[in-house]
């Protein structure tokens, strides 16, 4: 079976990615302590999905998929975007809850906002890079809105507030397989187990 | 002399738009203090100058100018733009100087980006509303660039982040009148002062 590195230490994707790449042997950077950081200095999901798979298939001579997300709202003009992690600087450091601070941060800035603005969407830039060089990318979205406070215990991130079309539960109060389902995340990386899978064993499944 | 009402009670727009509509009597909101609070939930600069115009105008009887403005940074899609004033949310208002919360998270948002990718520009609209119903309203510009940490404690706001275009200063580090000269509101409300002395003194200037 192949083995796989997920150029990632955060446990909610980690835990996500397992259940969507079950085909592989993968594993997190847990395994490899001294993989460099990647500052994520790219403008774009793909861009910093990219910046990351390199430098793991660099470090570890295996092949790497990394992934960069992020909520894009409408009214923030598609922020925070590649900036969702670190929305809310160090004023959210110091809560001690970074995912809440910067999920308040945006209910705040949106406080103003008409109800009918305040569509959203999840993306997902989800790259593997194999150690000779071979690079893919490919996008998920997850389109939405977002409600006035956070619900549910789910999830990870912005999902209390984030509401996926055609449904009346947030993100966070979606049964993982649930949010699979339809997730940004979950889009990206079903695509990208198919290139995988045609990659690396031939197109065996 | 005719009376203008400029709708703000905001201290530093306030001195800075007495200088410049020099030629007028205008009084700020202070002199109402039964004037409505308008909240501004418009998109666009233009419009929250608009519903506040019209507020005042409506209110007060007056001839009414209002303005709007904000940052707009680049590699934040524009934002903070219209949300300028409220950035950091609560987290802001709790931190005791609004001004530097917001500025502190704009640098913290910031702290990845390339140095060549700190493009910023201020904004501003200016509205006026006369009693009859007429309305005009006109925008101004100031480019620049943002650098790492604050200097500089003159102007409001982000000046003190904020480097316009030919300078090495900040705009919290120009005189008042240098401010003025080159500055996003100084260009709105002198292109306003232009149509206020068409419209209420017939042109007499």
Redesign the interface.
């Known amino acids: 079976m192949s083995r796989i590195v997920l150029a990632t230490r955060n446990a909610g994707k980690i835990a996500e990615l397992h259940r969507i790449l079950d085909g592989f042997e993968v594993v997190g950077l847990g395994e490899y302590p001294d993989a460099p950081e990647v500052?994520?200095?790219e403008?774009t999901f793909a861009g910093n999905a990219l910046l990351k798979a390199r430098a793991i298939a660099a470090h570890t001579g295996l092949p790497a998929v990394a992934d960069d997300s992020g909520l894009c709202v409408d009214?923030?003009?598609?922020?925070p975007?590649v900036?969702s992690a670190?929305?809310?600087?160090?004023?959210?450091d110091a809560?001690g809850d970074k995912d809440r601070?910067n999920l308040?941060?945006v209910?705040?800035?949106l406080?103003?906002?008409?109800p009918d603005?305040r569509g959203a969407h999840f993306a997902c830039a989800a790259a593997l890079v194999l150690p000779d060089g071979t690079e893919r990318v490919v996008e998920g979205r997850m389109h939405g809105r977002l409600v006035d406070a956070p619900r549910g215990t789910g999830g990870f991130g912005y999902d209390p507030i984030f509401v996926p079309e055609g449904e009346t539960r947030t993100a966070a109060e979606l049964a993982p397989q649930e949010k699979d389902a339809i997730s940004h995340r979950g889009k990206a990386f079903r695509a990208l187990a198919e290139i995988i899978d045609g990659l690396l064993t031939g197109g065996r499944a």
């Open positions: 500052p994520e200095t403008s009214a923030l003009n598609g922020m975007g900036l670190r929305w809310s600087g160090r004023l959210g809560t601070a308040d941060l209910l705040d800035q406080a103003d906002v008409a603005r």
